[in-house]
Structures are given as structure tokens and as C-alpha cells.
């Protein structure tokens, strides 16, 4: 946990060494979730589901006072410490600020820990994950309600193989091809908090293998006791 209160100065949170560590890693788990809008409790589900098993956290924006209030519950409680990754990767959404504030409570019983930690949520943040260059944003400036083309360039831009975004609600998955011919993996957690079209409250899982393009997205449906894997769908991807 104390590697995940750490801002690099690529805005992701972890150390140094957790993120190059995660970039070597022969293959990985993403736990991707977007859009809580203030409901802790679902974000706070997935991570106690998924969290210990995962490689690494993206947060797609909407919701991230939300991530930043389950940082403070984790320096403070040992068990759900254990269930943050040791790499965090978040946006801003069109709800969200540039910046957010927590207490480290951990600070109360270690000498020389900052008692008050600020975040800095950055429009666009780069990652990579087994070899794999991921990009997020959150989409609502890439005119998703028209299709992804917009999305795919802004890939294609960033030399990303991979993009996580948000925006829409609606969990959606699929391979497309850029501009310059290359695949494009886009995945869209769907919300976990406020779901449209019918879906349920839902996030992703996504198992990538260094050298193989793509990778295994599984999207699960937030339900007590335990969520149910399901399948959207399937939307037009322009």
C-alpha cells in the first residue's frame, strides 16, 4: 500500500520500481473500473473482489474522490491495504478536479510520512503493462456518441496498442484497426455506480501476455455476495 501513496512523476501512482517492475512482467491482470460517481461502496467491491489478484488499477475518471477516499481507508486499515495494486492509473473525468487530498492515517504511527497527500489527475495518463502501451481517458472530449475514431487516433498519436476509456456507461469491448493499420485493443468498463442501456453496474478484467496483441477482457456484473461475469452487447466501434 505504501508504494500506491506514492505519485511518480508520470502521475501514476506506485514506485518507481513497481512500475518498471510492471512493464517487464511476462504477462499481467488489469482490474479497470470507470464512472463511480461517488459511490465508494461499488469502487471499494471490485478492489476487495479483484484487488489482490491484479497487476495494476486504471480508473477511467468520474468518480475519483472516490479512489482517493479508498486511499485514505486503506492507510488505515491493513486487510483492504491488501487489496490495492501496487500501480494506480486514473483520468480525469468531466466531473472530477485536477486534484484531490487525503490523510494518510498510516502517518499517525510512522516517523517522516506526509499526514496530508495530494494527487494530481491528469487528462491522459500512459502506462505500460507487459510490453503492452496502454492510454486512458476518460472520452468526453473524443465525441464518443459518434463513434471511436477519435479514440483510435489519439492511440495511433501515443504509440498505445491498447485504450481504456469511459464516458458512456455502457461496458464495451473490441479490436479495431488504426489509421495506419495497426490493431487497437479499446475497452470501456462501463460504470460501476450509474449503468445506461440496460447494463448492469459492471467492471473489467483484462489478462495480457507480453508478445501477443490484445488481450482477455472479462466484464463482471456488481452483485452480493460474489459478481457474475456476463457479456455485453456488442456496440459499433467507428
Known sequence: MSNSLTQDKSLLLGSRESIEALAQKESARILALSDSHANAKAFSYALEKFGMQS???LFT???C???AYLLQRASADEYFSS?????IAFVKGNNDSSSYSFMNKAALRQKNAPLLIQIKVPLKNEVTVAGHKIVLVHGHAHSLYGGTSSLASEAEATGADIMFYGHTHIPASGTISTESGSPLLLVNPGSCSIPRAGQPPSFAVVEVKKGIAGGI???YEIRRPDPRPFIPPPIYMA
Open 83 to 87: 487489496c490495492i495494486p501496487p500501480v
Open 55 to 57: 497487476d495494476i488499477l
Open 61 to 63: 475518471g468520474d468518480g
Open 217 to 219: 477482457c472479462t466484464f
Open 65 to 67: 474522490s472516490d479512489m
